[in-house]
């Protein structure tokens, strides 16, 4: 087993994102994404079959995919996709996502 001790990655990029690989392995991988206030992680998609969930964990912002599809997201919800569906995020408050993808790319 493994513990993640999210509280020990929150740091902020001040230029938009800051990145932190929580696990990787041959099943899944697990991201942590932190975006300050107005930061776009931006819409894109990966040409394979598999499933990725996207996290709030902290923050308001808005799930973005294809043809100006925008779902309102803050702490607690969690977005669920095929990894070929267009997905991204916009952050209006600093926002903390945690990533899941499935298998891994």
């Keep these: 087993m493994k513990k993640l001790e999210l ?8 230029l938009g994102m800051k990145t932190v690989l929580l696990h990787d392995s041959e099943h899944f991988k697990i991201l942590n994404f932190n975006l300050v206030a107005g930061a776009l992680f931006p819409i894109h998609s990966h040409d394979l079959d598999g499933q990725l969930s996207i996290l709030v964990i902290e923050g308001e912002g808005d799930f973005l995919g294809d043809n100006d599809v925008t779902i309102p997201a803050q702490t607690g919800d969690m977005l669920i996709s095929d990894i070929r569906v267009p997905h991204g995020v916009k952050a209006k408050t600093d926002m903390r996502i945690v990533v899941t993808i499935a298998p891994p790319i």
């Design 7 to 14: 509280s020990k990655t929150r740091e902020f990029n001040p």
